[in-house]
């Protein structure tokens, strides 16, 4: 099996190759971010992928979304700290197979890529149980407000990025984004840069 991980960090390629070890069928390929994610993706067409959701530029949703466009039937896992549940649900929603969260158990990405890899779905059962039982509360939190789209438009905003640099990194129209700059502040009832920028702290998207 042909695993891509795309992560900033290099230990994390490390640790898979070391939880792998010994398996002569595995073979990890790696990117740091999403421009060369997507290069290497289409290059080489891994079996499954390992998104890391904080990459330096845009994020690992709007690299899964690149990545369904060239192929529908890919197989990627989300990787985050961020064990959130609207997470875990967004990353379903836009077409990932898996969601798991770098502050559980490392066995939880091993299995997650060996049963995402046989075409099946995978989800920590702390998550599962969370979506399956927290329900009000996921409603309830304010990032179940927006969409994919604006939670990554959110969290290039209160990383410093002016609206022309988001609409470039996200192939978009700098019109679409000023309207969905000022939708994302309408849902959170959000009013300055500064109380986006805490928002996105507290709700770890930076």
């Known amino acids: 099996m042909r695993v891509l991980i795309v992560d900033d960090h290099p230990i994390v390629a490390s640790g898979c190759r070391a939880l792998f070890a010994g ?41 899964a979304r690149r990545i369904l466009a060239h192929t529908a039937s890919a197989r990627i896992i989300m990787f985050s700290m961020n064990d959130d549940p609207v997470f875990a649900a967004r990353a379903i929603e ?11 158990d490392p066995c939880d990405l091993v299995e997650a890529i060996r049963e995402v ?4 779905v995978y989800l920590p059962a702390a998550i599962a149980r969370s979506i399956a039982f927290a ?13 994919t789209r604006e939670i990554e438009i959110l969290r290039l905003l209160s990383a410093g ?8 990194l996200v192939h978009s129209s700098y019109k679409t984004i000023a309207n969905t700059s000022s939708i994302i502040r309408q849902k959170l009832g959000l009013r300055s840069s500064s109380e986006l920028v805490r928002f996105a702290i507290e709700s770890r998207l930076v």
Not at 44 to 54: F, K, Q, S
Not at 94 to 104: E, L, T
Not at 161 to 168: F, P, Q, R
Request: net charge negative; with cysteine; glycine share 10%.
């Open 161 to 168: 990025k002016s609206l022309s640099e988001i609409a470039w």
């Open 117 to 120: 890899g046989d075409g099946k």
């Open 94 to 104: 836009i077409g990932a197979k898996g969601y798991v969260s770098k502050s559980g």
């Open 23 to 63: 398996d002569a069928d595995m073979t990890i390929l790696e990117a740091s971010d999403a421009e060369s994610g997507e290069r290497v993706f289409i290059a080489e067409r891994p079996d499954v992928c390992v998104l890391d959701i904080n990459l330096p530029t845009v994020s690992g949703f709007e690299l």
């Open 135 to 147: 329900g009000p509360a996921v409603a309830q939190s304010p990032l179940s407000k927006l969409t």
